[in-house]
């Protein structure tokens, strides 16, 4: 079925990971994109592994539904077909460090000379302004600098990492909304525009209530493990064979839990309200896990969910994917690679009434598009293209 | 300056973060948000601390910028009400449990009876189908259940949860994307929708390569802490004072790096290639941690930032709400509320040319706007208003 972007034409000249999210949203949602590669090697993350049948499973997952032509913008044929594309296109999204689009010719500022109504968007680590803008951008460097590591961790003395690249994935996902409201102004005005997304922004802008507290209190929030800086229990706890979240939002629910999990404590004025169980944690933790530690997840989970005290798993990577509620959400799907055979990939989570959002088809092989692209967008023959390809430029 | 949502207007039912988060995106890039609240208490986050003058920091950093009134949805009139407003907006968003607006007689499918352009968007848990989607949500839970907590920590032991509220927040981002992509598809065709996002499915769609590592290999990643699965030294380092990152992406970089560091490792046959060098990490890492210590993390940042090496800061919420670069990005902005007084909050990640998206004014007090909005769209007279309010429907 067709979706929400249905018609809206996109270039993605980007690479890796944050640039590629973007437009992988883009397809799934129904747009046409069209991926420009450099020749012989195309997107870095097509040799990262692991590989399927000698194609990337990380490069396959981000690049569903999408084509792939090859295009070598260092040629002077090359950018002026890259320029002709621009001209048919809705979208423009690329990850070039600042200025490297700007020194093949092709800036916003020179394409939009030939396409007013071009949305051209750039993810980038520093964005296209400010003393950093120039500098190479790591999802570790940019989760180290924007706070992220600094309030995730088991302790103050630990900041930790966040094991998925959020900051490469927060940017491609506000580039996305940046294209989808510049797609609106365009609708609205006729005019195009330049969206200017940075990944350390990102970062800042999703620190959420480290923000509020640092901003009342002059104090910088630290690692505080699992638990809730203010409600107690509301944390993990350790069970016989693993570990599970608990969350007693309440005094009422805090009572419940305790009937279940053996514990006289209820009425212990330790821990008779939410402020004394947060204040008296250290001496309230050992006594749950205690308890908590004399049956396996499984057994508390049923319990304390039967109940209606708010829990779960802590699922790894195969419990997410095998667990019933997520494949009844079509959050794991399968797609048929050419080379690569079925493959699961992530599902889309934004679910539309009227215009359905899907993963559409696999990704593409490196320039599997060309005949077809260049042919229906640009009316390039067949011995035009393969003289192009021979000359190298595509 | 008009944002690129410039006359969209917008009801926001929403509570705590996840909606609220999304309506705060739609309002800074220039909708109008008219956030319904509660009468007596308003959303539940205006009770959460830190407090300045009495005021939730908390809920003034995400509701910046929008207009409030109050409405009780379980009266009869306020119902009335409320599907009046319905007729004028262009957008709904809510993030009550599945089922609470059927049962209040506003559901999407009830709504849309007055008003087929409608966009209805609803941010859940675990989304509108699904075994389990009346269950209560958190994002504990969900980070715990979603295997986010299960590929972040310092060692395989210790999986934890992400310091911010990341469920939540990217419930709140794809919820904005959907409301987007469904004013592209209004545009296109003149038809509403619903949009149902979950937060579960969220973290399912950003764990990133680790479904694709587990999807290849059969086996569930694990928290790592800090380093790179693949390529080394790419973690951070303990130095004389405190902590940084480094990133060295190729072999050229590792000498560079161990000439800075002091280190005679170069020519080292465990260390010679990135392969080696992931292989032997355990070996390689107290070396490096040795180097780094002699001198602080200004001394080095400074040294290998000057010699091209990829490096940077753990900053803490302080170091990064005074970096030049993000000053200079307009990341930290002031608003002045009229009760708490100025007050900085976050800026906007996603930059536009043509149409700013900018922070636009402070949070609302409860039911500030109810003249101004039950008059302007409904054209009830002062009277009526002070009536509604006396009848407390307001």
Redesign the interface.
């Known amino acids: 079925m067709s979706?929400?972007?249905?018609?809206?034409v996109v270039l993605d000249l980007t690479r890796v990971?944050a640039g590629p999210f973007c437009a992988m949203?883009l397809a799934d949602?129904g747009a046409e994109i069209v991926k420009v590669e450099r020749p012989g090697a195309g997107d870095d993350s097509r040799a990262?592994?692991?590989?399927?049948n000698g194609e990337s499973?990380?490069f396959?997952?981000i690049n569903r539904g999408k084509k792939s032509v090859t295009l070598d913008l260092k040629k002077p044929r090359g950018k002026e077909l890259l320029v002709e594309l621009a001209k048919k296109a809705d979208v423009l999204v690329e990850n070039f460090k600042p200025g490297v689009m700007k020194k093949l010719g092709l800036s916003?500022e020179q394409l939009r000379e030939h396409n007013p109504r071009l949305i051209y968007a750039a993810s980038t680590g520093?964005?296209?302004?400010?003393?950093?803008s120039a500098?190479?951008?790591?999802d570790?460097?940019?989760q180290?600098?924007?706070?992220?590591?600094?309030?995730?961790?088991?302790n103050a003395q630990?900041?930790?990492?966040?094991?998925?690249?959020?900051a490469d994935?927060?940017a491609g996902?506000?580039?996305?909304?940046?294209i989808?409201?510049?797609?609106?102004?365009r609708?609205?005005t006729g005019?195009?525009?330049?969206?200017?997304?940075?990944m350390?922004?990102?970062m800042?802008?999703?620190?959420?209530?480290?923000?509020?507290?640092?901003?009342?209190?002059?104090k910088?929030?630290?690692?505080?493990?699992?638990r809730?800086p203010?409600i107690a229990p509301?944390?993990?706890v350790t069970t016989a064979d693993g570990?599970?979240?608990i969350?007693c939002?309440n005094d009422e629910l805090w009572k419940r839990f305790c009937k279940l999990a053996g514990l006289e404590l209820a009425e212990d004025p330790r821990f008779a309200t939410n402020p004394e169980r947060v204040a008296h944690w250290a001496e309230l933790e050992p006594l749950i896990n205690e308890a908590m530690k004399k049956q396996p997840s499984a057994f508390w989970l049923e319990t304390l969910?039967a109940a209606g005290v708010?829990?779960?798993?802590?699922?790894?990577?195969?419990?997410?994917?095998s667990?019933?509620?997520?494949l009844?959400?079509q959050?794991?799907v399968e797609v048929v690679h050419p080379v690569a055979g079925a493959?699961?990939?992530?599902?889309?989570?934004?679910?539309?009434?009227?215009?359905p959002?899907e993963v559409r088809g696999p990704a593409p092989t490196l320039g599997q598009h060309n005949f077809e692209v260049f042919g229906k967008w640009l009316g390039l023959g067949e011995a035009q293209v393969r003289r192009l390809v021979e000359e190298k430029v595509l």
Chains 1, 2 share one sequence.
């Open positions: 979706g929400p972007l249905e018609g809206i990971l949203m949602m990262f592994g692991p590989f399927v499973a990380y396959m997952s916003y520093f964005g296209q302004t400010g003393p950093y500098r190479p951008a790591y570790l460097v940019i180290g600098m924007g706070g992220m590591m600094s309030i995730t961790g088991p630990t900041p930790t990492k966040v094991g998925s690249s959020i994935i927060f996902v506000f580039t996305t909304i940046g989808l409201a510049a797609l609106n102004h609708h609205r005019q195009g525009q330049m969206v200017d997304v940075a350390l922004d990102c800042v802008a999703i620190l959420e209530n480290a923000v509020a507290r640092f901003v009342a209190s002059g910088s929030p630290t690692p505080i493990g699992n809730h203010s509301f944390s993990t570990m599970i979240s969350a939002g969910q708010p829990c779960g798993p802590i699922n790894d990577i195969e419990a997410v994917l667990d019933p509620h997520v009844a959400r959050m794991l493959m699961k990939v992530p599902g889309v989570p934004t679910k539309f009434s009227e215009s959002a």
